[in-house]
T-cell receptor
């Protein structure tokens, strides 16, 4: 069974702080990793994709991948109340895509 | 928004009745997926398709069947609905299942009473 694990939270940070979200996966051959954001009652939307070890930055978001340790993380800098959502980590297998249970983030003004 | 449409958006059905959910895409993506989302479980893969008439099971496929007779349509059927299948169902599409991101439909809220 291919597993994707996330801390379910809730994670609460003050506005302007850095939010750190973590994800571990069990399938060593996974090559593609994604972070999705899901607002309550809405469908998931892609924030970041990462394929190589190291950091990838996009605006206030930074994805970090460490294949040797089998973890991927998402940092949100200068967190805003509009970042309050559930963040889903996803890992690709051969043809399918597996998701973690998600971490609920609340950014308090 | 990616061209993905799920129908119906909401459905209430009785235990033991068959139910079919439809996913329609206009993006010509090869891969299509059906997920269910339940509190505490996140998104769990039910079935997926990697081409017309090519489908495979996901981690929670029991009680579900799928069909894909055209690139643009992927149907999910609950042969005999049970209360445990009450959930929100999402369809997703992907150009390349191994390497590219998935785009999601709006979801279908199914209640089995």
């Amino acid at each position: 069974q291919k597993e994707v694990e996330q801390n379910s939270g809730p994670l609460s940070v003050p506005e302007g702080a850095i939010a750190s979200l973590n994800c571990t996966y069990s399938d060593r051959v996974s090559q593609s990793f994604f972070w999705y954001r899901q607002y309550s009652g809405k469908s998931p939307e892609l924030i970041m994709s990462i394929y190589s070890n190291g950091d990838k930055e996009d605006g206030r978001f930074t994805a970090q991948l460490n294949k040797a340790s089998q973890y991927v993380s998402l940092l949100i800098r200068d967190s805003q109340p509009s970042d309050s959502a559930t963040y889903l980590c996803a890992v690709n297998g051969d043809n399918d895509m597996r998701f973690g249970a998600g971490t609920r983030l609340t950014v308090k003004p | 928004d990616a061209g993905i449409t799920q129908s119906p958006r909401h459905k209430v059905t009785e235990t033991g009745t068959p139910v079919t959910l439809r996913c329609h895409q206009t993006e010509n993506h090869r891969y299509m997926y059906w997920y269910r989302q339940d509190p505490g479980h996140g998104l769990r893969l039910i079935h997926y398709s990697y081409g017309v008439k090519d489908t495979d099971k996901g981690e929670v496929s029991d009680g579900y069947s799928v069909s894909r007779s055209k690139t643009e349509d992927f149907l999910l059927t609950l042969e005999s609905a049970t209360s445990s299948q009450t959930s929100v169902y999402f369809c997703a599409i992907s150009w390349d299942g191994s390497n590219t991101e998935a785009f999601f439909g709006q979801g279908t809220r199914l209640t089995v009473v």
